[in-house]
């Protein structure tokens, strides 16, 4: 899970574009469990 979080996050950083809310929570509930 914590792969999918950090890909996410070089996504973001590459695109330059902020993640959608739906990624950010998703990532958000992935990490709590």
């Known amino acids: 899970m914590l792969v999918d979080g ?3 996050e070089d996504e ?3 695109t330059g ?3 959608p809310v739906k990624k950010q929570l998703a990532i958000r509930s ?3 469990r």
């Open 6 to 8: 950090s890909s996410y």
């Open 12 to 14: 973001s950083m590459v």
């Open 17 to 19: 574009e902020p993640m």
């Open 30 to 32: 992935s990490r709590g």
